[in-house]
């Protein structure tokens, strides 16, 4: 780890010299990766809190210091599909533009059709699948995640996004959350 002092000590260095810029550069990127990292490994302890929505019968465990975002409890779209909470992981620091998170969709079989599986995994202890792809909105390169299984006529989607750079750093969190999740009753 790089400490703020060797980091002020590479960026207070002539900024005429080429390889100067190039330490200073790789100190922050070093910062960056150091910053994520610890974040990484105290998240994967810290507490979690439960998630209930009794009208869809699921529940999931987040971590508490994450934000949830719940949806007004309306029918489906017209595309049968409902987002039911999403969960946005702070902040890091300044430079973040972008929140990872996790969101939870229940879909209607008629949406299921658009899912395109890739690879056979199980999910609150039923067959399910997976994707996962690149994409760019606006200016981000995202790394994607879809995990979903279908129980009587619901699918239950699980969408995992982040920047693309960050996407192995949270996925032991996403994966504990992932694990957590569960189904009782079949939404009416």
Do not use: C
Not at 3 to 16: K, Q, V
Not at 30 to 55: C, G, K, V
Not at 92 to 116: G, H, P
């Amino acid at each position: 780890m790089v400490s703020g002092y060797s980091f002020l000590s590479l960026s207070s260095l002539s900024s005429t010299t080429p390889y100067h810029k190039a330490f200073a550069s790789a100190g922050i990127d070093i910062i960056r990766a150091a910053t994520l990292a610890s974040l990484t490994l105290s998240s994967t302890r810290q507490s979690f809190t439960t998630y209930a929505d009794l009208a869809d019968g699921i529940t999931i465990q987040y971590p508490s210091v994450w934000q949830k975002i719940e949806y007004p409890a309306a029918p489906k779209s017209t595309a049968g599909d409902k987002v039911v909470v999403n969960f946005l992981a702070p902040i890091v620091n300044a430079s973040d533009k972008w929140r990872e998170y996790l969101m939870i969709q229940v879909l209607n079989q008629s949406a299921v059709k658009n899912l395109v599986s890739q690879v056979k995994t199980s999910l609150a202890g039923n067959p399910g699948y997976k994707s996962v792809y690149i994409n760019n909105e606006e200016s981000f390169n995202l790394k994607t995640l879809h995990v979903w299984t279908t129980i009587g006529n619901h699918t239950y989607l699980l969408i995992y996004k982040a920047e693309a750079t960050k996407y192995f750093a949270y996925l032991p969190i996403i994966q504990s959350m992932l694990d957590s999740f569960r189904v009782g009753v079949s939404p009416s």
